[in-house]
């Protein structure tokens, strides 16, 4: 039996992506269990000589590796363009799935006249890419980068479920960590956060934490209190030179 036929059944019939792992076990199973049933004849399921299943096959198929699963689905997809077919199997965040291709993308949207594109403002998606680049982040890490309150729109990219809580930071007030989500990679086409372009080298720019140290705060409270003394010994020196004025004046009078 065809590997390649086995995986394009699998995948029609599934109604969620299938990574290459699943894939494998799946054939496995079936083929184990085909050949326990061979061996022990305690199953009344035998093998017809005109039907699919073969001993051979089966104990082949018991073998299947991730690396033959990936193999056989760019085989699939060689047979699909070659003979123009209008899907193709991409893998997503979650597995392969199959898809219609592009082109026919306006022949497809009119099976659906009520959904519309849901567009991000620019605002969001400056949000979003922020998070992607630099996640887990902190909302006030957000705001020190955009320079503006981040409120609204991570409540939106919430709700779109573009991006998640990944949890708390280990700050003071101990804030949380804000993350892209599975939907967010499946909406861009990417099956790991590493394939954003750039990626390696926009994580090592140096940005704004938007959090104060522990070390920073007490030299800026140092600093503080610092100008606060030289301020306060000032006033109090020319308090002092004013008194003396003050003093000095009627006894210039008197001996005019």
């Given amino acids: 039996m065809d590997l390649a036929s086995i995986l394009e059944s699998l995948l029609v019939a599934s109604e969620s992506p299938l990574p290459s792992s699943e894939l494998s076990r799946l ?14 004849e305690e199953s009344d399921e035998k093998p017809t000589p005109e039907g699919p299943e073969s001993e051979l096959d089966m104990v082949a198929l018991a073998q299947t590796t991730d690396e033959e699963v990936d193999e056989a689905i760019a085989k699939l997809n060689q047979i699909y363009l070659t003979q123009g077919r209008a899907f193709t199997i991409t893998q997503r965040a979650k597995g392969w799935k199959l898809f219609t291709r592009s082109e026919f993308g306006g022949f497809v949207s009119r099976l659906f006249p009520s959904r519309k594109p849901e567009r991000l403002s620019a605002p969001a998606m400056e949000t979003l890419a922020i ?99 030289q301020l306060a010994l000032s006033a109090i020196e020319k308090n002092a030179e004013e008194k003396e004025d003050t003093t000095d004046t009627p006894e210039n009078t008197e001996e005019e």
């Avoid at 054939?27 to 022990?40: G, L, Q």
């Avoid at 503006?148 to 007030?173: F, N, Y």
Wanted: hydrophobic share 35%; net charge negative; with cysteine.
């Fill in 27 to 40: 054939v496995r199973a079936r083929a184990t269990e085909f050949t326990d049933d061979a061996i022990t």
């Fill in 131 to 229: 998070t992607a680049y630099r996640q887990p982040i902190t909302k006030s890490a957000l705001e020190a980068v955009r320079g503006v309150s981040c409120d609204g729109m991570l409540q939106k990219l919430l709700d779109r479920e573009l991006v998640k809580i990944e949890g708390r930071a280990d700050l003071p007030g101990r804030p949380l960590l804000y993350a892209t989500t599975d939907l967010f990679l499946e909406h861009f086409g990417i099956t790991d956060i590493d394939e954003l372009p750039n990626i390696g080298e926009l994580r090592k720019v140096e940005l704004p934490s938007g959090e104060e140290s522990p070390a920073s705060t007490s030299e800026e409270e140092s600093q503080t209190g610092e100008t606060e003394k």
